[in-house]
């Protein structure tokens, strides 16, 4: 028995270390395996910029203070979010279900301006039930939904960051 289990966690080893592209989760490195420097501007995405910055430190990427020093610059602008009322409560008249959205315009380019990503706008949706009972806590689960928002919208422009590919000679090669 104790050689079947051997020889399980052998091949199961073997599997592992014979997927090149296997990584933990939100650690890997950008579509053609080179880790960029990135500098962030924000104008009006005070939330998607803070929650960018961590998302971009987290994929092991390096984040720079100034541009000069950066390879690939991003953009955040004009984050916005709405709150939008999706069911009253036919009995009572109130309300019952809201859905909070997000929308941010985003763009990358390179540090001699080559455009990567062009300006585009990204959306983003979650509903949440409202409790006219607790105000408070209806007040505290917007601010949640709110942060949960910035970091859905910072993991999506961060995956498209990592997806975009450098031209060679930005790319040091």
Same mark, same amino acid.
């Not at 199961?12 to 270390?17: D, I, M, N, T």
């Not at 939904?145 to 859905?152: C, K, P």
């Given at each position: 028995m104790r050689g079947v289990r051997v020889i399980v966690f052998a091949v199961?080893?073997?599997?592992?270390?014979g997927c090149g592209g296997w990584h933990l989760r939100g650690a890997a490195a950008s579509a053609d395996g080179h880790r960029y420097a990135y500098f962030l501007r924000a104008s009006g995405a005070n939330e998607v910029f803070i929650a960018l910055r961590q998302e971009i430190v987290n994929r092991g990427a390096i984040l720079t203070n100034t541009a000069s020093k950066a390879q690939v610059i991003v953009d955040i602008e004009r984050e916005r979010f709405d709150r939008r009322i999706l069911s009253? @409560? /036919?009995n009572t008249g109130k309300v019952r279900e809201i859905e909070l959205g997000l929308s941010i315009m985003f763009s990358a380019r390179t540090? @001699?301006?080559k455009l990567l990503i062009p $300006? &585009? &706008?990204a959306t983003f949706e979650q509903d949440y039930v409202f409790d006219e009972g607790s105000v408070l806590g209806t007040t505290e689960v917007d601010v949640i939904? =709110? =942060? @949960?928002?910035?970091? !859905?919208a910072a993991t999506s422009i961060a995956l498209r960051l990592q997806a975009? $590919? !450098? /031209? &060679?000679?930005?790319?040091g090669g």
């Open positions: 199961a080893l073997a599997f592992v270390s009253i @409560d /036919p540090a @001699d301006g $300006r &585009e &706008e939904v =709110r =942060r @949960d928002l910035a970091q !859905l975009t $590919r !450098l /031209p &060679e000679t930005s790319a």
